[in-house]
């Protein structure tokens, strides 16, 4: 069984990318291997086959002028990468943007600010403190005046 590294070898050995050494050492092993030699046989022919049925694509330009295309592409890319994209913004943006942005800071302080109070039937009732003893209030609200009156009666008086 020939393991992943030594077929790869044989590939790069029938492909001519081997170094002097490292082709002298594949070269023993085809000698005493005969599964190596198989497949190095059946790696030559498949080359040969598809080397003789490869199609052959012809670009209209010369080959240095095609690739100065692809190097030019290349650069104009890398300089559009390099260069900051800002979003060109108008005037009105630049003074919108903070002032939304105070506004909101506004609305949620005086949001959180603003004490909440839930309404009740009793609403009206209002507690009233006096530094006397003897002093006794009654208190009315109407709802359709939108009022409260308090009568505050201190004895003796």
Not at 37 to 59: D, G, I, P, Q
Not at 90 to 101: I, K, Q, S, V, Y
Request: hydrophobic share 40%.
């Amino acid at each position: 069984m020939i393991d992943l590294e030594t077929k790869l070898k044989l590939q790069a050995y029938v492909d001519n990318e081997l170094s002097g050494r490292e082709a002298r050492d594949i070269s023993a092993r085809l000698d005493r291997d005969a599964e190596a030699r198989a497949l190095c046989a059946e790696l030559t022919n498949l080359r040969t086959l598809v080397a003789a049925h490869e199609l052959e694509v012809r670009v209209p330009e010369s080959r240095e002028f095609y690739w100065s295309k692809i190097q030019r592409e290349i650069v104009r890319t890398a300089a559009q990468e390099a260069r900051p994209s800002h979003v060109r913004q108008g005037w009105w943006t630049r003074l919108l943007a903070p002032a939304a942005g105070l506004i909101v800071l506004l609305v949620t302080a005086l949001v959180f600010i603003r004490p909440h109070t839930t309404p009740s039937r009793l609403s009206f009732l209002h507690e009233i403190e006096s530094p006397r003893e003897d002093t006794g209030t009654i208190s009315f609200h109407s709802q359709a005046a939108g009022m409260t009156v308090v009568w505050v009666q201190t004895e003796g008086y």
